[in-house]
């Protein structure tokens, strides 16, 4: 320590100098025939330095103790507010940025749950409406198989190619055309009677589209238009101009549904593609196999059996 | 290291449920706001799994032959989150917070030790692999572009993918898939095809009312629609040593793994005869049946049998596939054990089918199924 040795500027390594220091500096002297400088002069000096130096240093300690005691009295305000200390107000920044995650989970799950119930909604009235189809359809062919048997039954027994003897109505005979155009007629009337439901149909949903449209403009868009299948307007409906061809992406044979318009551009058309709001598979009419033993393949809607267009292997 | 004590630790912790999580991903969050980009909006599926591989490593911490391959595996699955090595760290420091603040009075030094060298032991072996992943050239995913989409029913769409890369996987395993329209959010999906030539992968997406993924892949995605895969994952594959014939049971798209499995056996000098039972709810839902009886005219040694549940107009099979798959071996009981059985379809329906056949006399060895059905949503 300074206090210990006096000070020798010559031997100075840098440490940082008191103001005793400076005041009990020691020079050598010059040897003789060289210039000096006057020790009383570099003596008052120092003393000078000196006196600076330690105004200098109290000044520093009452600052430092300003600097605590403002320090303290700052978190001694903040620990009486929040009366937490550094640690826990980590804790709170945590559960607050938990509650705004929670609640953005919560409507996430929300909107996923309202989707789910449309959907299984959705999907209970798909299954009702085949079930009812397929009724329909059944007393549908009864009601003609019964219609062509009484006509059959009314072609003159003289003829040779009556009924035979099992009561079939043998093939190639007059009763078989009477039959069959009887057949035909009934399926007739009921497929136009259906066509027109269907048509009735669609101009219920493009009302209730309309009008979807016309309450989405003058209200919020909280549940969009209520149209029936899913909801968005669809720009394939909008009648293209004549001659300027329609973009290829809403020129698709099966364009005709909202699902369809509602997907984005660059669609390979060439795959089977979603059609109508009933069915996922084109119209929900039922093939009819003419003919006596004609059957409606129920079963079959959605199953493709032509070559589906990926290979495999 | 203390296995007995960190179990116990972090069952204390456990008791608190999704709010451990919570704690965890906010602190993470917090303290490096950077990282919340790689994870999605909604939480709620991470902090379960969270949890339960947690769970998972703290239960097998004392079998390190098991533990070790599942962290690598972990280690190497999360190249393709984007994670690197220097997130170890930070997600170190978060969980030691978390066990902390729900560990109570019971966090001491000496715990606080415990967990950090256990952590340190994990993440090395996590990012060691990772990193070892890394100089294999191993991609951390793989971007691929549909080419081809087709709608089969209202809520079935199998979509024709073309990885930019070759992507490697054995016929039955499955592969995450995250798309432009949900990102962050990966599903699972089973290839539903041998590896082709061209590299080419088909996946049969089932829409699942409700959920986040399935709806966007069955109904938005199109041809053009950009994705990208994870590394193939799963052991649901043939086992081509076993010289028995082999029973594929296939409830919905749980059809796509067997579908691959079957044309793996078709790959082999020597196939084995394999049977196909395909059921669904209703003949409509058999979206792929034309296919596969297509497969099974070309190959002699493919049957199928298409089942329904709930379609009493279907001219195939009535009933469950658990029981058409039972009629198939009981039809010659001497024969039963001379089968593998590969089952995939619905978590009820596989465990019911497994149960079925064991019942019926199949050895458990000799059944083979996988608990994830393609979603997890």
Known sequence: MYSTNPYSPAASNGDPMSPQDIRGAIFSTTRRGRRGVDENEVREFCDKIADQMTQALNQRTALEAEVRRLRDRVLGVRGETAGAAPDEAQAQAVNVLTMAQRTADRYV????????????????????????????????LDEA??????????????????????????????????????????????????????????????????????????????????APAHGAPAPAHAPAPVHAPAPARDAGPVGVGPGHAARGAGQDTSFRDAAGPGSGDGPMVPRYATGPQGMVRTGDFGTDVGSPPMSDG | LDPQRLRESFAHVAAHGDEVALFFYSHLFLNHPELRDMFPISMAVQRDRLLSALGHIVAEAADTERLVPFLQGLGRDHRKFGTIAAHYPAVGDSLLSTLAYFSGDAWTPDLAQEWTQAYELIAEVMSNAAGEAEQDEQPAWWDAVVIGQERRTMDITVLKVSPTRPLPFVPGQSVAVECRMRPRLWRYYSPANAPREDGTIDFHIRLIDGGAVSPALARLAGVGTRLRLGSPVGTLTLDTTSPRDVLLAAGGTGLAPLKAIAAHAAALPNPPRVHLVFGARRAA???DLAAVEKLAARWPWLTVTAVTSHDPGFDGEQGSVADAAARFLLRDPRMITHYDAYICGSPDMAAATAGRLEQVGLPREQVFTEDFGGSGE
């Open chain 1, 109 to 140: 799950a929300d909107a996923q749950d309202y989707s789910r119930e449309l959907a299984q909604d959705a999907h209970l009235r798909h299954d009702e409406i085949l079930r009812e189809a397929q009724v329909r359809a059944s007393i549908i």
């Open chain 2, 285 to 287: 839902d058999l979206y």
């Open chain 1, 145 to 226: 198989h019964a219609a062509a048997q009484a006509a059959a039954d009314m072609v003159p027994a003289s003829r040779e190619t009556g009924l035979s003897g099992d009561g079939t109505v043998p093939p190639g005979s007059d009763a078989e055309l009477a039959y069959l155009r009887a057949f035909s007629q009934v399926c007739r009337t009921h497929l136009r009677a259906y066509l027109d439901s269907l048509s009735k149909s669609i101009e219920e949903w493009e009302r209730a589209e309309q009008q979807g449209l016309a309450s989405a403009r003058t209200s919020a868009p909280a549940h969009g238009a209520p």
